[in-house]
């Protein structure tokens, strides 16, 4: 199994800073892909920051030049600095994971318990 260990989240007014962090764990040879998704209430969970094994970094438009992600691959964490946040960004965040397990290398996803964000305005 893999294991991952979400940390930040929390309150924060309107134009402040969180950061969050996910470390992976368990068994598993690599990662394929690794980020974080967010669900507000009422919406479909998204994407909204996530970096392949190729170094590919994708954001969703929203986030775009507020949110930055970044990876530590010794440590199997990645972080996600999320500056200039708006209420629109209060939301559950998820970690999720696709790592490389077995013999054949299997891809498995992993999800995260989620961690709340609340921008109040």
């Known amino acids: 199994q893999v294991q991952l260990v979400e940390s930040g989240g929390g309150l924060v007014q309107a134009g402040g800073s969180l950061r969050l962090s996910c470390a992976a764990s368990?068994?598993?040879?690599?990662?394929?892909?690794m980020g974080w998704y967010r669900q507000a209430p009422g919406k479909q969970r998204e994407l909204a920051a996530g970096?392949?094994?190729?170094?590919?970094?994708n954001y969703a438009d929203s986030v775009k030049g507020r949110f930055t992600l970044s990876r530590d691959n010794a440590k199997n964490t990645v972080l996600l600095q999320m500056n200039s946040l708006k209420p629109e960004d209060t939301a559950v965040y998820f970690c999720y994971v696709v790592a490389r397990r077995g013999f054949l290398l299997k891809e498995e996803a992993f999800w995260g318990q989620g961690t709340q964000v609340t921008v109040s305005s």
């Open positions: 970096i392949t094994s190729g170094d590919i970094i």
């Open positions: 368990g068994r598993f040879s690599s990662i394929a892909f």
